[in-house]
């Protein structure tokens, strides 16, 4: 008998479009690999709907949940990659693809993924965190980049090269998040590294990605025009390689993730800048991870099955301890 896998996709917030681009790839995969698959999703109002889009209602999704072996969340940003997706699985204790409750909401809070990094050694920009209160009371040293604390794809970050430019950034982001991050603008290559852990405790690191940009930052804008050279595996000298592959390990563990992350650095002089963390990255066959570890021989369905049998995997062991 085959395995029944539930895909939910969409969500409520501003990563909805992307998040059902990535349910659908991860859909396609799992069919290819002979998985019975189950799809749900979120709409932009938060009312969860079958695979005819009917409107089903949590209980519902829940009821069909429990009907599966197996659930693979793609809901990227608030309401869903910040562990709240995970706490229902916990709850209706249903195996589920990647981090938990804790590691999500961790992760998603970039003020506190710098805090965690810099605890353990790695370096980030200096930044300071403002709110709707504080944030006219900024000074301005630029250049600088402005974004939401807990928002994903690069939605309302801005980088702000003159004063005249910050007070709109700032509009933008808070209109996304109550809290907002204003960091140094660091200058280097912005490097991407993927994780993935097996069940017996090994990492699994993917050849890393260099995205390579002509002018400006990774914003939404850039990240979907298709103008950005995202290059894997990355040109990297071996001691760079190395570097950053160790703060990458260092952060998934120190932040207690599973399953696949993609950990972003700025590669500087002086070393490895850790930029974010993402839990539940952008997953078509086109996104960075996927890309990654189709440069290091595991196919995009190979990747998607990979996941889905050590999360099966490691809630057998789970229940047998």
């Not at 506190?112 to 000074?139: D, F, H, N, W």
Request: charged letters at 20%; glycine letters at 10%.
């Amino acid at each position: 008998m085959s395995i029944r896998v539930a895909v939910i996709g969409g969500g409520r917030n501003c990563e909805h479009e992307v998040s059902l681009a990535s349910a659908l790839s991860v859909e396609e995969a799992l069919r290819h690999n002979d998985y019975q698959v189950v799809r749900l999703t979120v709409d932009r109002a938060g009312v969860w709907r079958d695979a005819e889009l009917r409107p089903i209602g949590l209980a519902g999704a829940v009821r069909v949940l429990g009907t599966c072996d197996v659930v693979v969340p793609m809901l990227h940003g608030p309401h869903g990659e910040d562990g709240t997706l995970a706490a229902l699985c916990d709850l209706a204790q249903l195996p589920y693809v990647g981090s938990g409750l804790r590691t999500g909401a961790l992760a998603m809070d970039k003020w506190v993924t710098k805090l965690v990094a810099q605890a353990i050694g790695i370096a980030v920009a200096p930044g300071v965190l403002l709110t709707r209160s504080t944030a006219s009371s900024y000074a301005f040293t630029g250049p600088v980049v402005v974004k939401p604390v807990a928002a994903g794809s690069s939605h309302g970050v801005s980088l702000i090269e003159d004063e005249a430019g910050l007070a709109s950034a700032l509009k933008a982001a808070l209109e996304l998040d109550e809290r907002v991050l204003v960091e140094k603008q660091i200058r280097g290559r912005e490097v991407d590294v993927a994780v993935l852990a097996r069940p017996d405790g090994t990492r699994v690191v993917a050849p890393a990605l260099e995205i390579v940009l002509h002018q400006g930052i990774f914003d939404q804008h850039v990240k979907y025009d298709g103008s950005a050279d995202l290059r894997v595996p990355a040109d990297l000298a071996e001691a760079d390689r190395k570097a950053l592959e160790a703060a990458a390990v260092a952060m998934y563990d120190a932040l207690g993730c599973a399953g696949v992350a993609r950990i972003d650095f700025f590669l500087t002089a002086d070393g490895p800048v850790l930029n974010e963390v993402n839990t539940v990255p952008g997953f078509t066959a086109q996104s960075q991870v996927p890309k990654m570890f189709a440069a290091g021989g595991t196919s995009y369905p190979d990747l998607v099955d990979l996941l889905v049998r050590d999360a099966l995997s490691l809630a057998t062991v789970q229940q047998e301890a």
